[in-house]
């Protein structure tokens, strides 16, 4: 299974659970390799492209490569592991367990994962831009026809969230991917948390402070997809106005 091999202690029997149930990841047949050689053959399959990263977050690096087999461009998700003790990060493990369950025309697909002792290595599809960068390459704001279309696929991929108990909880314009066709995909699932009801409490200390809702700024541990919608809010406002 593609992430056995993980410190008990470290969340390892959801990652193998995680393994076992991968119906949308391809995960590789490791029998009678040894770690090195595992990720030799990973590696071997993908080249990065760019070495300057497309991206950096807390626990690693997101750069632009190309699979080898097909020749399609993809974004592949670093990640250290640098504590034995700690094992995968929690928000890793998030991340696969969620986006492997949302497959969605406006949330990014994952398409591969590997795990070795000290390196995790997620593989997405590749999206040339983010809405941030959008907005800020035409140095004004969006063309009312553009946000209107871009408004539907934000409202229709977190209704899909939504509809499949899954709280984002940190939306904001950088995790928003635009491509070339100016198809919309919500991304980075790794504040993103599954929810039940009666609502359990959760931290207050996710959302960039820009995009919070109230209870969040008001450090209430009871919240559920409003906290979402008030996000979605802020972002729509952030295109029609260009502020």
Not at 21 to 38: G, L, N
Not at 103 to 124: A, G, I, Q, R, W
Not at 178 to 189: E, H, S
Request: overall charge neutral; glycine content about 6%; hydrophobic content about 40%.
């Amino acid at each position: 299974q593609a992430l056995v091999g993980l410190k008990v202690g470290s969340p390892v029997a959801l990652a193998e659970s995680l393994a076992g149930q991968a119906q949308q990841v391809r995960m590789v047949d490791y029998q009678d390799e040894t770690f090195e050689e595992m990720e030799q053959r990973f590696e071997s399959q993908y080249e990065i492209l760019e070495k300057t990263p497309l991206g950096e977050g807390t626990y690693g690096k997101v750069y632009k490569a190309r699979q080898n087999r097909s020749g399609k461009t993809v974004a592949m998700k670093k990640m250290k592991l640098d504590s034995e003790e700690e094992g995968v990060p929690s928000t890793a493990i998030r991340e696969i367990a969620l986006l492997k369950e949302l497959p969605h025309e406006n949330v990014v697909k994952l398409l591969d994962v590997f795990c070795s002792t000290n390196k995790l290595t997620l593989v997405f599809e590749y999206v040339e831009n983010d809405l941030k960068k959008y907005m800020k390459s035409l140095g004004l704001q969006l063309p009312p026809a553009t946000i209107k279309s871009f408004a539907f696929q934000l409202n229709r991929g977190i209704e899909f969230c939504h509809a499949n108990r899954i709280l984002h909880r940190d939306l904001k314009p950088q995790n928003l991917l635009i491509d070339q066709r100016l198809r919309l995909k919500i991304a980075d699932f790794g504040l993103a948390r599954a929810y039940t009801v009666p609502v359990p409490k959760y931290t207050h200390e996710v959302v960039t402070v820009w995009y919070r809702a109230p209870e969040i700024l008001l450090g209430s541990p009871l919240y559920s997809v409003p906290v979402d919608i008030w996000s979605v809010g802020c972002i729509l406002g952030e295109m029609a106005t260009g502020a």
